[in-house]
């Protein structure tokens, strides 16, 4: 990414495109939304365009709200065309454009910039067309998660990418963060459920990645764009591949009495050869939690609960239950229950997509970590961050997806306190570096953003990071899109390099720095 943006605007005005967490550049901001505005009148009606500071205020930030920044302007278009126009004159202009969808994500991936556009694409919300027999739909990036299966469900089909935020969370954000969800251990993330996506470059052109077809010529610019934060191209079309619905679907609850033996056990699921539909744990924090705020039915006493979903043809089913009882009682579960019916299978799953907002209920803030580990690792890590937690005097409330590693730590914090928030950074910063040392990531689903663009420091070498570098500038020569997210500069891991020496951050046992 080039970090300069000239901008000919206006004679001898220039903008900067500093990282989104800094100070912003030195530039005639009234002058150059009053550029932009005429230039945007020209193709899009007046309730397109958003420029007043209260009403930017809606977009001032996504779901990581510990950053927030005003856009210089918001653009609403309704067409793929007024996408186009807006990418031609700001790519133009040398303006810098941040593409958001509903604003749901936990990485900081859609904060504006203030020398910048955010082209917010909620109006683009149809699905364009269904096709039964080949079991895929056409779909517009502002259609939620949700609306997806809740639309194709009369015809036994649904869209298995299932995030917790799924009932407001959009399927072109889900696109740029490569989301995965519940199911995601069996059915895949979001890379492995769309076939084909239109794409407007920076320059304002259309191109068409992957194809109708399961495979497709070419190098797979379909995974490359899965995934890349919105610094590649903008999506105005996802083509979703559509699955029936199981016959039957079952919900083994299993409670433990400590954390690491319900860590053990999912590895021994998955090394019997059991693929569950969905295999998510909770601690004790989170169990309350969740079960005050939406009445679950969880076992509030069990220090971890493991909820399996088993899903396929009934006889196959019954036989995986009868054998991941078994695994759980060897490693020491101390309540096993079957949801009895829909509802009460419903109700387990609603507990922990309610994680989140109950973790509101009993904090004034939170951080949302999305490291992965392997699973051998899992009770390691736990332990780890259960010795992070005492360090550092936070509370820290474990909610993932334990089948494919996908831990989601949440870092409860209070804002109104003094250093607080530096705090839980530095906790959730530890927490990424212990998965890589673990030998796993710093994102599974939520991407990188500005919130773990130090940790990407940690994760890769300077010859990969270089590599990511050429290839963002092979689409956006310019680095005008979404410019200071998801790749650090190697100028700033070299800084974030000589910090993390100096801070001494040290493998698991060594936290006494908090």
Known sequence: MNPSHSTTLSPGKSASGASPLGTPPDFDRKERRLALLHAFRR???????????????VYECDGLTAYRRLPLMAVLPDTVEQVKEVMRICSKASVPVVAR?????????????????LLVLARFNRILEVDRINRTALVQPGVRNLAISEHV???GLYYAPDPSSQIACSIGG???ENAGGLHCLKYGLTVHNILELKVITIAGDEITVGGEALDSPGYDLLALMTGSEGLLGVVVEVRVRLLPKPACAKVLLAAFDDIQSAGQAVGE??????????????????????????????PTEAAAVLLCELDGIEEEVMDQIVDAKGIFEACGASELRIAEDDAERARFWAGRKAAFPAAGRISPDYLCMDGTIPKRELPKVLNAMQALSQASGLRIMNVFHAGDGNLHPLILYDANKEGELEKAEAVGAR???????????????????????????????????????????????????????????????AEYGAMHVKGGVLPFADIERF
């Open 43 to 57: 193709f899009l009606p007046e309730s397109c365009l958003i420029h007043e500071p209260e009403a930017l205020k």
């Open 101 to 117: 969808g509903a604003g749901t994500g936990l990485s900081g991936g859609a904060l504006p910039l203030e020398d910048g556009v």
């Open 153 to 155: 469900a009369p015809l």
């Open 174 to 176: 889900n696109v740029a």
């Open 269 to 298: 699921i998955i090394a019997a050869g059991i693929i569950p539909g969905g295999l998510e744990m909770m601690d004790n924090l989170a169990i309350r939690a969740t079960d005050d705020f939406c009445k679950a039915g969880y």
């Open 431 to 493: 927490i990424l570096e212990i998965c890589v040392e673990a030998g796993g990531t710093i994102t599974g689903e939520h991407g990188v953003g500005v919130e773990k663009i130090n940790q990407m420091c940690v994760q890769f070498e300077t010859l990969e990071l270089a590599q990511f570098h050429a290839l963002k500038a092979a689409f956006d020569p310019e680095g005008l899109l979404n410019p200071g997210k998801a790749i650090p500069t190697l100028q700033r891991c």
